[in-house]
């Protein structure tokens, strides 16, 4: 049992060091990725806590968006419903990975640009994340709407989690390391 432990702990300082959990941009990434927390729960504290909003209905904020009290027990656009404990845990648990998996390419990253997209999906995730395990579905609560058709409803997690992919798909074709690509393929 003691030589197996020893290769337990071989084996997780192997992978510890072949990846690394700190980089130059963690601190960055991490502090968005708070920002864009603390931003969601403050929103959703107030909306709901303060402001009351699940006992007022449907409220017309501008002729295109209306907040509502929606509660999302799936996956973005309601998909994949999560109606039992164990649809819940196993949503929760994913989302969970999926932001350590970003946390660990946030610690590879040397660029401020994708640090702050990582941060931003993090912080979101998080957020919703937080809402599956306190409540068992996620608090959502603006509404688009425009000629009678009515897009699905979100948060403030949301938009954070939208925005750092809109930032990394800005990254992937504008970003430094597209930049190198485009400029290496033109030397012949």
């Keep these: 049992m003691n030589a197996k432990s020893r290769s337990v702990k071989t084996i997780l300082s192997d992978l ?10 963690s601190v960055l990434g991490l502090v968005i990725a708070l920002l864009a927390f603390l931003g969601d729960r403050l929103s959703k504290w107030w909306l709901m806590d303060v402001y009351g909003v699940a006992d007022r209905g ?21 998909l994949f419903q999560a109606e039992t404990g164990t649809g819940r845990a196993f949503l929760a648990g994913f989302a ?30 998080l957020g919703n994340i937080y809402d ?4 068992g ?20 997690a949301d938009v954070w ?22 400029a290496g393929k033109g030397k012949v």
């Excluded at 510890?16 to 941009?25: D, E, F, H, K, S």
């Excluded at 449907?58 to 309601?78: E, H, Q, R, T």
């Excluded at 992919?165 to 690509?181: C, E, H, N, Q, R």
Aim: glycine letters at 10%; aromatic letters at 18%.
């Design 16 to 25: 510890v060091a072949r990846t690394p959990l700190w980089g130059p941009m």
């Design 161 to 182: 989690i939208s925005f750092g992919v809109i930032l990394m798909m800005y990254d992937t074709f504008f970003g430094p390391d597209a930049k190198a690509s485009r």
């Design 96 to 125: 969970i990975l999926v932001s350590g998996a970003l946390y660990l390419w946030l610690a590879r990253v040397n660029q401020r640009l994708l640090s702050v997209a990582i941060g931003l999906i993090i912080g979101g995730a």
């Design 132 to 135: 599956r395990l306190i409540f």
């Design 58 to 78: 449907v409220i017309k904020l501008l002729p295109f968006l209306d907040i509502v009290m929606a509660w999302n027990k799936g996956i973005s656009y309601g």
């Design 137 to 156: 579905a996620v608090a959502d609560f603006f509404s688009p709407h425009a000629f009678g058709y009515y897009w699905y409803i979100f948060n403030v």
